[in-house]
Each structure stands twice: as structure tokens, then as C-alpha cells.
């Protein structure tokens, strides 16, 4: 894996969203709030957090699912998106470089389409096959990588379980042969023991492809699993990103540390014998998010600092970037 | 712990589902001792029963499920026998239940209080409303309502969903019942809700010294909370054990496949997961032979033949698989 080579690149990327308080108010919920980082060409980049902490939102701005409300987003060292710029390029050609992967198989698929017609329309979109036979070959070489039978191509989506409609949902992503997918929660809507046969297969066909993920879960240890790095966001802004193990065996922030320490270990004496950190109270609105340091109200550690200037992702270790003024030295 | 005496005796319970399409036998067969102020895990994956089996014992299961055989035994009496009023005076009073999503259990035009207020006067404990009302309060700030003579006038919507989940808890227990369902509890809530709701049940089963049955499909959730835990696949326990037993000495195919193929957060290094391939059956055409059989790696002729009936592989601790029949024939060829 080159780790030097940025694929992707987010500078104070935000968005957001309208919502109406009364009958003359408007108010908005700022569901990204200036997130900067960069994926490298190969690596799969996790993103973990509460729900309402903006993930799933930052991963559609990011491949323009939803408009950005500023920020510049380069993807390959092509501008994208600018807002001072005034940069927004037609998204077409790109979509057959960055693709999603939905986390509600069933709610994804058109009902009415059988699979080797969802499949199949990536690739008129694109025209990526010349003739008709060109393109049923194609279909069934994509159902073949994600584990499916070619006479699968016939069926309509609900004659699927949860794991193969999943399967479906990455052979689209891939029929037009992306570089950069954004696995939007892919598993946590299958049982158990599927979840582990997916995140199985797209590790084997990121190996195979050379494929870049943004893998977004709520899951810590899948995206532990699956990460070379992880970046933890909290209430529309990201607070810490570093190596996946490092981040997880020497967390920096506060956030993080109680995440982790909630998450339950299927080992009895280990999880019985652990101190856990419990939060108090809620995570606060999105639209009136507290000042300062956005986790203040609910941060075991805050002191009056926190309370007036908001902190910034700064890299306190190679690599290792965390947001929290109880990290500066002196 | 005291584990001697029985509070809930489920014997060889069938539950089946008369669809269209044809009878779906949920639950087929299966038995377990609960003992008083005990905490039971029942694991499994969706569609294993586990569920299913839980509605039966408060009465709670719809058409076109019912209960076909077998018996559920709670304090020596018969759950499956009693009419449609002492269904009602046993729900509630004995037996409580707290489900996945909080919202759609609570009513959303009354507030906490006279939700709350009306599970203690339907069961006539001879409060007062007055009383009630104390007794609604406290019971509120004990399951960590700050503010609660304020809150008990609110309406659910105006809790979030781990206030409204400690309501639902604060409403299960208010009668004081001896045995406590949970049902996914904690799947609809975030990792840091779900820590505080955890705890918050330990915490109240070690006051209040209720039982539970704790339901779920996470198997952190359960290494932390359960006493002993019970394994389903496809309407059978296929293992049951106490905890550690299960997580560190895990016999049967299926839970060592479970274990096997969850990521971690305290795993060393970054391990490939092994996954257990296939999907689960279909309960409209289950097979012949053992219901993980067509799943599972190590499957044998007679797997796919007969059944496999349990074995005690160790104390308290059985599993339902043909593989330890060979281990012991072994076992007997060496000595």
C-alpha cells in the first residue's frame, strides 16, 4: 500500500442543512461543521461516531450526493468542489470513479428492477459496453466477484436475503470499475454471521482492484478491523484520526476514550473487570451545538478554555491527529 | 448467587407460525431452568426464535403464532394455562418486558406519569393517586431521570432515546415483578446509551434482585451482563452454559463460529475474520438432520441424518451437536 499518494483531499468541507423553527425563523443544522483531512490512494480511511454525529453526511458531501455549503473537495488533483473558487464540476464523469455502497440493502434497490437491471444501468449510463452480449457477460462477471449465480441476473430484489442484496449493492458499485467507494454502514443491517463473509469480500476486492474505502460505521471494532486509519467525529466535527490500532489503543481524546470504553467485549472477565468512563446526558442539537469545544457539555475533563475557544485537529504524535485543548503542552 | 430454586421452568417448548405458505415452527423445542435473581443471555440471529419464545412466556403472541406444545412453568404454575385475567394480573405483576425501540412501546398522546401511573393501578397494589404518583417519581430517579417530578409531566416525545428507554425500564419494574424480559434493549441506542442503559441494569438487578432474560444478538453485551447464556439456531438452543464457559470454552460449530468471526477491539493483531458461510435456513423447509448442518465445516453423514440430542460437555454446560458423540468414542478407544 503507497500511503504517500492523496486520492482524496477535504479542506473545511461543511453542510448544511435547512430546517424551519417557526413560521418566520429559519434555523440550520450544521451536520459537517469544517472537516479537513485526506484519504491516501489504497488505504481504507473508517469514520466512526454516534449517530447524528454528521458521518453519513460527510460521506454523500463528499462524493456531492449532497451540495457541500462550502469547502473544496480535490479528488485526484482535480478540484471538484471550491466554494471561494466557485468550482462545481459536472459529476458525471467522476461517478465512475467514486461509487457508495448504501447501508440499507433492500431500501437501495429498486423493487421493480431485477438485479441484472440495476447492475446493467451503471454501465448504459456510462456505456461501457458496446452490445448487448458484451454487457450480459459483464453482468454476470460482477455477480460472479460478489459471490452470486449468474441465473441470480433475473431475480428481482426481494427474492434476496440481507447478505445477497448487499452483494448486489457492491456489484453496482462496481460495475463501473470506481477507484474510491464510500461504504455508507454496509453491514449493520445483516446478521451477524453475513457481517463477517462482507467485510471478508471487500477486503479481498480492495486487494484485488486497488480500490480506496471511506469506511463509515458506528461499529468500532468491524471498523477497527477493516481501517488502516480511523477518524472519530462527534456532533458534525472530527476530533480525532490516526492509525487504526493507534487510535485504539492510545486514544487522545476524551470522545474517543469514552467510545471505546463503552463498546461491550465479548470476553466476560475482561469487560466485567474494565473501569468505564459513562458520559452524562445527550448529545446537544446540531442546530444550536454548544460553543467552544462542541463535547464540552458532556466531557468529564472541560475547563473554561473548552467552554469559549473551539480547538483544532492538530497532530500531537506523527499522524496522529486529535482536536482538545487538554492536549497542549504547558 | 442462589441458583437452587427454579423461578422459570420452560419444557420443551414448540411454537409455530401458520402462514400461507406453511407452518413455520419458530421455536421447536427447547428447555431451560431459571433460577431466582439469575441473568440468562438467549443469543442467536434474527429469525432463530428468540424472540418468539420470549412472547410466549407473557402471553403476547399473535396469530398467527401459537404455541403448540410444551410447557412453561413460572413458580410451579402453568403459564400456557391461565386465562385471559390472570394473564393480565400475571403480566406486569410477575413478569415484565422491555422491548428494542422505546418509542413505538410508549403511547405518545399520554405523558411518562400517567403511563407510568396506570401500570401501577391496573395491577391495584392499593395506592392512592397521590401515592402513586410518589411511587412514579421514585421510581424515576431511580432509573437516573434527573429531574423527575418535573419530567413525569412529559411526554415521550420530549425524552430522548435513552431517557425513554430508562422510562420504559422505570415502567417495567414498578410492580416490582420478579422476572424481567429484555428484549434488545440496547440495539436501537448508541454505544455511550447503551453503556449507561447496561449499567443501569446491573446496577437494578443487583437492588431489586430480579431475573432477567436478556435477549440479543451482541455478544459483548452479553459476556457482560449474563449469568448463563443460551445459544439459538433456527428455533433450538443448540448451547447453553454459564458465561465464561460459553466465551472461553465454546463447544458447538455455530457459537465457536460466532466468536470466531466478530472483530474485536482487544484483538492483538489484525486477523482475518472466519466467517460462517451460507445463510441461515429456511424455516419453511428445515432440514432432516441438524438445523446448522448444511452451514457447518465439520458436518458428518449422520448430521445431515438425525438431530443431534445434547450432551454435557461440563458442568451446567450443553451442547447439541453429533461431533462430541465422536470425541467421546475417542475419548473411550484411548483408555
Given at each position: ?12 468541507l461543511r453542510k448544511y442543512f ?11 443544522v450544521q451536520a459537517v461543521e469544517?472537516v ?11 469514520l466512526?461516531?454516534?449517530?447524528g454525529c454528521g458521518k453519513t453526511t460527510l460521506g454523500r458531501t463528499i462524493?456531492?450526493l449532497y451540495?457541500p ?115 455508507d ?31 463509515i ?16 467525529m462527534?456532533?458534525g ?49 446540531p ?44 | ?335
Amino acid at each position: 500500500m503507497s500511503q504517500e499518494k492523496v486520492l482524496l483531499e477535504i479542506e473545511n468541507l461543511r453542510k448544511y442543512f435547512s430546517v424551519k423553527a417557526g413560521v418566520f425563523k429559519k434555523k440550520r443544522v450544521q451536520a459537517v461543521e469544517s472537516v479537513s483531512f485526506s484519504i491516501f490512494k489504497g488505504e481504507t480511511l473508517g469514520l466512526v461516531g454516534e449517530s447524528g454525529c454528521g458521518k453519513t453526511t460527510l460521506g454523500r458531501t463528499i462524493i456531492r450526493l449532497y451540495e457541500p455549503t462550502s469547502g473544496r473537495i480535490v479528488y485526484d488533483g482535480t478540484p471538484i468542489y471550491d466554494s471561494e473558487k466557485n468550482i462545481a464540476v459536472d459529476m458525471l464523469p467522476f461517478r465512475r470513479k467514486m461509487q457508495i455502497i448504501f447501508q440499507d440493502p433492500s431500501a437501495s434497490l429498486d423493487p421493480r428492477m431485477t438485479v441484472g437491471e440495476i447492475i446493467g444501468e451503471a454501465l448504459d449510463i456510462h456505456k461501457l459496453c458496446s452490445g448487448s452480449q458484451e454487457r450480459r457477460d459483464r453482468i454476470n462477471e460482477l455477480l460472479d466477484e460478489v459471490g452470486l449465480n449468474t441465473e441470480h441476473a433475473n431475480r428481482f430484489p426481494h427474492e434476496f436475503s440481507g447478505g445477497q442484496q448487499q452483494r448486489v449493492g457492491i456489484a453496482r458499485a462496481l460495475a463501473v470499475e470506481p477507484e474510491f467507494i464510500v461504504c455508507d454502514e454496509p453491514i449493520s443491517a445483516l446478521d451477524v454471521s453475513i457481517q463477517s463473509q462482507v467485510v471478508n469480500m471487500l477486503e479481498d476486492l480492495q486487494a484485488e482492484k486497488n480500490l480506496t474505502y471511506l469506511f463509515i460505521a458506528h461499529d468500532i471494532s468491524v471498523v477497527r478491523h477493516i481501517s488502516n486509519r480511523i477518524g472519530v467525529m462527534y456532533l458534525g466535527q472530527m476530533v480525532e484520526l490516526g492509525e487504526s490500532y493507534e487510535v485504539c489503543s492510545r486514544p487522545m481524546h476524551p470522545y474517543t476514550q469514552t467510545l471505546l470504553s463503552a463498546v461491550p467485549l465479548p470476553d466476560p472477565v475482561k469487560s466485567r473487570a474494565r473501569q468505564r468512563i459513562l458520559l452524562e446526558g445527550d448529545i446537544p442539537s446540531p442546530v444550536d451545538p454548544p460553543s467552544g469545544c462542541r463535547f464540552h457539555t458532556r466531557c468529564p475533563y472541560a475547563t473554561d478554555r473548552c467552554r469559549q475557544e473551539q480547538p483544532r485537529l492538530k497532530e500531537h504524535i506523527s499522524g496522529h491527529y486529535a482536536a482538545c485543548h487538554l492536549l497542549d503542552k504547558g | 448467587m442462589d441458583e437452587k430454586k427454579t423461578l422459570l421452568s420452560v419444557k420443551d417448548l414448540k411454537v409455530s407460525f401458520f402462514t400461507p405458505a406453511g407452518e413455520v415452527k419458530a421455536v421447536n423445542g427447547i428447555s431451560y431452568d431459571l433460577g431466582y435473581n439469575e441473568v440468562m443471555g438467549i443469543v442467536g440471529e434474527s429469525g432463530s426464535g428468540k424472540s418468539v419464545e420470549a412472547y410466549s412466556i407473557i402471553g403476547l403472541l399473535q396469530s398467527p403464532g401459537k404455541v403448540i406444545g410444551g410447557t412453561i412453568e413460572f413458580e410451579g404454575e402453568n403459564v400456557l394455562e391461565f386465562d385471559e385475567e390472570r394473564m393480565r394480573q400475571f403480566r406486569g405483576n410477575k413478569v415484565s418486558m422491555i422491548f428494542q425501540n422505546p418509542m413505538t412501546c410508549l403511547n405518545p398522546v399520554y405523558t411518562i406519569g400517567n403511563q407510568l401511573i396506570e401500570a401501577l393501578m391496573c395491577h391495584d397494589k392499593g395506592y392512592t393517586k397521590e401515592q402513586a404518583r410518589k411511587r412514579a417519581i421514585e421510581m424515576l430517579e431511580l432509573v437516573g431521570i434527573n429531574n423527575a417530578e418535573k419530567r413525569i409531566d412529559q411526554y415521550p416525545h420530549e425524552f430522548s432515546g435513552g431517557m425513554r428507554q430508562r422510562a420504559m425500564i422505570a415502567m417495567a419494574l414498578i410492580c416490582e415483578p420478579k422476572l424481567l424480559i429484555a428484549d434488545e434493549p440496547t440495539t436501537a441506542l448508541d454505544v455511550t446509551i447503551q453503556a449507561q442503559i447496561l449499567e443501569l441494569m446491573k446496577d437494578l438487578q443487583k437492588k431489586e434482585n430480579t431475573s432477567i432474560i436478556f435477549i440479543t444478538h451482541n455478544l459483548g453485551v452479553v459476556a457482560e451482563i449474563c449469568d448463563r447464556v443460551s445459544v439459538m439456531y433456527a428455533g433450538h438452543i443448540i448451547e447453553q452454559g454459564p458465561v465464561n464457559d460459553i466465551f472461553y470454552e465454546p463447544r458447538h460449530p455455530y457459537t465457536k463460529g460466532l466468536l470466531a468471526s466478530t472483530p474485536r477491539l482487544d484483538e492483538e493483531t489484525k486477523e482475518r475474520l472466519i466467517p460462517i458461510e451460507g445463510t441461515p435456513i429456511d424455516l419453511l423447509n428445515p432440514p432432516k438432520g441438524c438445523n446448522f448442518g448444511p452451514r457447518c465445516k465439520d458436518c458428518m453423514k449422520i448430521c445431515l441424518r438425525e438431530k443431534p440430542p445434547f450432551v454435557e460437555v461440563g458442568e451446567g454446560h450443553i451442547s447439541a451437536c453429533w461431533l462430541h458423540f465422536m470425541e467421546k468414542r475417542e475419548e473411550e478407544a484411548r483408555s
